[in-house]
């Protein structure tokens, strides 16, 4: 008879180290993003440097170009971020469906606002080159409104879910049921 209460008892101990391992992989995954983003960072500032002492004529260019590294690096930034707050810090499931509802939408937003700056600096530098290359351009905007009304569905979606969780825990509470 003790030996399941003994395996029952290891489970707790057993999920306690992969919660370890998996902060520990998430933190060493963030820290990683944050580097790259970082030397992505450093990169534009090189560009826009070297930008900035050669010809005029190529600056622009350039310039669009260490635009396009800084929106990437802040991204890979925000990604991090959230791989820390979410996986390493909190280290628990979220309970309520609010709390990732806010989440995800930060998250989202984030990588959508990512893909317009990107989309609106390939149109300009496309555009000043062949007009025939505003195609690529164009789909990556796209993409970014697909992003943004996606986001807005999930939100629709996800606020009602909300509606009807927290009036079923409003019944259960009147009726003197406890929340588990």
């Known amino acids: 008879m003790k030996a399941p209460q003994q395996g029952n008892a290891e489970i707790p101990a057993l999920r306690g180290i992969i919660d370890f391992i998996s902060r520990g992989v ?96 390939m149109v300009f530098r496309q555009g000043g080159q062949d007009i025939a290359l505003i195609l690529y351009p164009a789909v990556i905007l796209f993409t970014g409104i697909l992003i943004i009304l996606g986001l807005g569905l999930y939100q629709r979606l996800s606020a009602d879910v909300e509606q009807q969780v927290e009036a079923q825990d409003r019944v259960d509470e009147k009726n003197g049921q406890k929340k588990k």
Do not use: C, H, Q
């Open 26 to 121: 998430f933190g060493i995954a963030a820290a990683v993003l944050m580097l790259i983003a970082l030397a992505l960072s450093v990169y534009s500032a090189a560009l826009i440097v070297n930008a900035l002492r050669g010809p005029w004529g190529e600056a622009g260019s350039a310039l669009l170009e260490s635009i396009g590294y800084v929106v990437i690096a802040v991204a890979v930034f925000d990604v991090a971020k959230y791989f820390m707050e979410e996986e390493v810090i909190r280290g628990r499931e979220m309970r309520l469906p609010s709390e990732a509802r806010r989440s995800l939408t930060k998250f989202v937003s984030t990588i959508a606002i990512a893909v317009f700056i990107e989309g609106l600096v």
